[in-house]
């Protein structure tokens, strides 16, 4: 690795470890900011060192009982500041798209650290906007589901789930999902059909207007794993470490998914859209095959969420459905069902930023908050519980990441009815170069 490599080794295992992540680890229970280590580089001393492992074995700031002298001995022997200020500098150096994108990853891994120094006591409260603009690139603002809760009560109507009110509305999604469970006990099955749909239409909607290179690289080598008590709703763990013959990756992923979790089978494909194929699994897929033909950094291959290029990751992932049919709308999508499926989840995802916005941002109760999720986003009470808690109360999650799928979601949508498929679609895949959710819009409006 050069210099640069080094830093961003550094600077993401770092933060990762000090949130208690080890990207090392095949499962979702164990890993947190750094999503991905594919590049068969060593792992820096930010990993491998006594100190890393102890913080880790401790959940780090984000665990129930904070180590705080593994933690302190830990940024004593990891001069995280230094690489970060390293990262930064080279970034000005190399200028351009790539340097702006590397800037972006700078300033949402100094608000990871100043987060840290918050929690330990030693720094300041951190501006819930610093917060939010290091991922997303924007401030912070409210949700607005009305437009698709009037979608909904439309399409519930047609589907025989008439409402008259909010109440009946709630009770309507209820009947309608209650009516289209996803058997968990049949879950890999179920996604097995699943992908191989969105597989084909990705096939068809997204690979011909992407380098023919990508053709040969498999989008969905992943498989479906129940997990009981998890506290996620789901996990996309892309590991990427195994090697054919020859030495080419196998591009591998596991999801697993949460056993509670109430979900529909038009939102379970929506899902599958998201996390599998064209969404995340694919994304990474490319991005891994781009690094390997020296068409992409070493920063494509330690993905890391909190981040503006999280924040694209999530945007292209909620707009796969779309991409997938070679749509831009949902009421484009072949079948009502499948509408009232991707309807849900988007306002799922408005419910995330909506329990950010509420709790950060106003300091609202959990209480408040998830009653405004159940009624006014239609989540499940298993969803709202878990939004306005563990996910929207998380002094990390809470403040940087769900915003983030908002954020990205309209910015992609934005882009694709404004520009043609052959342009969008090479830009948001890393094709002209690792992109995030503000860089990306350069390339596409021709001011880079």
């Given amino acids: 690795m050069n210099k640069l490599d080094q830093h961003v080794a550094t600077a993401i295992l770092a933060i990762d470890t000090l949130w208690g992540g080890d990207v090392m680890c095949p499962s979702g229970t164990g890993r947190f900011i750094a999503d991905s280590w594919f590049s068969d580089e060593p792992l820096p001393a930010a990993y491998t060192s006594a100190a890393a492992a102890r913080v880790r074995e401790s959940g780090g700031v984000g665990g129930k009982n904070i180590d705080r002298a593994a933690v302190e001995a830990y940024l004593k022997e990891v001069d995280l500041p230094a690489a970060i200020a390293g990262l930064k500098s080279e970034a000005l150096k190399i ?29 300041p409260a951190v501006p819930y906007v610093n917060c939010v603009k290091a991922s997303t690139g924007k401030a912070p603002e409210p949700s607005q589901p009305q437009a698709k809760r009037e979608r909904v009560a439309e399409l519930l109507a047609r589907a025989g789930y008439k409402s008259t009110d909010g109440a009946s509305l709630l009770a309507a999604v209820d009947a309608w999902r209650a009516a289209r469970v ?44 129940p997990i009981k008590e998890a506290w996620f709703s789901g996990s996309m763990n892309y590991v990427g470490r195994a090697r054919n013959a020859d030495g080419s990756p196998q591009y591998e992923a596991t999801y697993e998914i949460n056993a509670s979790l109430q979900i529909s089978v038009p939102e379970f494909c929506q899902l599958v859209s998201h996390e599998v194929v064209p969404g995340h699994v694919t994304t990474f897929a490319y991005m891994q095959d781009l690094y390997v033909r020296k068409l992409a950094g070493f920063e494509s291959t330690v993905l890391t969420m909190n981040t503006r290029a999280a924040s694209l990751f999530e945007g292209i992932a909620n707009n796969a459905i779309l991409i997938a049919h070679g749509v831009t709308e949902l009421d484009q999508l072949p079948d009502e069902d499948m509408q009232l499926g991707a309807l849900l989840a988007l306002l799922q995802d408005d419910a995330k930023n909506q329990s950010s916005y509420l709790t950060w941002g106003e300091g609202k109760p959990q209480a408040e908050v998830a009653k405004v999720l159940r009624n006014d986003f239609l989540v499940s009470a298993e969803r709202a519980d878990k939004l306005s808690g563990a996910w929207g109360r998380h002094p990390l999650l809470g403040r940087m990441y769900l915003p983030a799928y908002r954020a990205g979601t309209d910015k992609v949508a934005e882009w694709r009815r404004k520009f043609p498929a052959e342009r969008v679609l090479p830009v948001l895949f890393g094709c002209k170069g690792i992109v995030d959710v503000c860089t990306a819009g350069e390339i596409l409006e021709g001011v880079e």
């Fill in 95 to 123: 200028g351009g798209l790539r340097g702006k994108y590397l800037a972006g990853l700078t300033v949402s891994i100094q608000v990871m650290l100043d987060l840290v120094m918050e929690i330990l006591g030693s720094g």
């Fill in 182 to 225: 996803t058997p968990m006990a049949s879950v890999r099955t179920l996604s097995a059909a699943v992908i191989a749909y969105f597989d084909r239409l990705s096939e068809k909607n997204l690979t011909p207007y992407l380098p023919r290179e990508l053709a040969r690289v498999p989008r969905a080598n992943i498989d479906f794993l």
